[in-house]
């Protein structure tokens, strides 16, 4: 069963890249020097989802979305999601209500001495 909703989720993204015109640059994700950050609001559509996570595997991190909730207007309410940079770093978050000031994601810091390299989660 997961194994059809995870080829069902390939088929949706690719489709939604064919019909919006995927392009490189992807306001949702901020990155920096040595620090790349996504924050997830109720703003974000399902096609902002599939941008990130193109653009993500486009620099080596893997985010997996375990569960995604949308409200009558299309914006993101629920989202459940892991994330893998394949260096020893990964962490998973789920969050049940997220709004439009919701600072809800994942924040990496790869400089060396970063205090916190990881947070996943609640980003306040």
């Not at 069902?8 to 620090?35: Q, S």
């Not at 096609?47 to 993500?56: G, P, Q, S």
């Not at 789920?94 to 947070?119: C, E, M």
Request: aromatic residues 10%.
């Amino acid at each position: 069963m997961e194994k059809l909703i995870n080829l069902t989720f390939a088929l949706l993204i690719t489709m939604a890249v064919n019909t919006t015109g995927y392009c490189a640059k992807n306001e949702h994700i901020k990155t920096e020097k040595d620090r790349i950050e996504v924050v997830f609001n109720r703003k974000m559509n399902f096609n902002d989802l599939v941008k990130i996570k193109l653009d993500l595997a486009e620099k080596g991190i893997t985010i997996t979305y375990r569960m995604l909730k949308f409200d009558m207007e299309g914006g993101l309410e629920s989202l459940n999601f892991s994330v893998d940079f394949h260096d020893g770093m990964s962490g998973s978050a789920w969050k049940n209500q997220i709004y439009n000031n919701t600072r809800f994601g994942f924040v990496r810091d790869y400089s060396k001495d970063a205090k916190i390299p990881l947070a996943v989660g609640s980003l306040e």
